[in-house]
């Protein structure tokens, strides 16, 4: 089988400011749970067979506490920021495994289960979808691949080396230095995406850079400035470069069987009600009809829409 792993976070922002808002029957804004409910769906339709979603449950991370400038959930909408437990309940309704991060976040899930996932044999690929910047250092070859479903891009380790001129394994290093504004950390001063990628495709790593700018590789521009910034900033890239370094210890699943979809809870119908949304419950059923009807589908279809 395929695995899917879903930034659910990423795809509840994506929605948020891509479709109008829309009350519950409750008064609650969902239009952006919906949004996703409709997303995740569309890949069942497509053949997905095992999936799961991880989702910030609070903004907070252990981060904070290494790093006061990390992001936190000031001046995010209350509408937004109110429709996470509710994405999640209606997640684990529909059927679809959910991990509500706290200590850890969202991007820690993914990286845990895409690294799960790959050791299991039965997998033939793992499909991370979204376009964050700090998950391509989770691409393993064409083995673990990134996927941005916004804009039908699929990135295998070529691709994150065509991308940002280094492996994946140097995505870390790569933001240390570049900086991370969705996360809160500036870089190192002078260094741009350029220089980081001249510099670490010659240095996988921040401690394999000679700390004499003279023996640097000559494809290397401004060897001198660069490795003055970067050696007088040296505890802050270490920082930064733990910062953007994806955990892969965040409790996922026990086994990839955990992800397979097996249709809805009890509950979802009625929770289909609450949204006013009956289209919802009616495509689902649907799809638990083609799911009984081909048990050995494998999620080789296309479920990128």
């Known amino acids: 089988m395929d695995l899917h792993l879903i930034d659910g976070t ?13 009350p519950d029957v409750n008064g ?3 239009g952006a749970v919906r949004g996703v409910l409709r997303s995740v769906l569309s890949m069942i339709e497509h053949g997905a067979t095992h999936l799961g979603v991880a989702t910030d449950h609070v903004v907070e991370s252990f981060r904070n506490d290494l790093y006061p400038g990390y992001k936190t959930s000031e001046g995010v909408a209350a509408t937004l920021l109110s429709q996470f437990p509710i994405l999640e309940e209606a997640l684990e309704a529909m059927g679809v495994v959910v991990w509500p991060m706290v200590y850890y976040e969202a991007d820690d899930a993914l990286a845990s289960a895409a690294a799960k996932g790959a050791l299991d044999d039965r997998v033939k690929q793992v499909v991370v979808c979204t376009p964050d ?7 393993v070859g064409t083995r673990v691949v990134q996927l941005d479903r916004r804009r039908n891009i699929l990135r295998d380790e070529a ?9 994946p394994q140097s995505i870390p290093d790569y933001l240390a230095v570049v900086g991370d504004s969705a996360d809160g950390f500036p870089g190192v001063a002078g260094w741009g995406e350029k220089a980081a990628g001249q510099t670490l495709s010659q240095y996988p790593k921040l401690e394999d850079i000679p700390k004499d700018w003279r023996v640097w590789h000559p ?14 900033a040296w505890d802050e890239a270490l ?17 990839v069987d955990d992800l397979r979809w097996q ?12 949204m006013q949304s009956p289209d919802l419950f009616g495509r689902v059923k649907s799809a638990m009809t083609a799911n009984a009807i081909a048990q050995t589908a494998t999620g080789s279809g296309s479920p990128h829409d």
């Not at 990423?10 to 829309?22: D, G, I, M, Q, S």
């Open 10 to 22: 990423y795809e509840l922002f994506r929605h948020f400011f891509a479709v109008p808002a829309a």
């Open 28 to 30: 609650r804004e969902i």
């Open 133 to 139: 910047k700090d998950l391509s250092q989770c691409v």
């Open 159 to 167: 691709g994150v080396v065509a991308k940002f001129g280094v492996k």
């Open 219 to 232: 494809s290397i521009a401004n060897a001198r400035r660069l490795s003055t910034s970067l050696f007088n």
């Open 239 to 255: 920082l930064f470069r733990t910062l953007a370094t994806l955990r892969i210890d965040a409790p996922v699943f026990d086994t």
């Open 263 to 274: 249709g809805p809870t009890a509950s979802f119908e009625a929770q289909c009600r609450a």
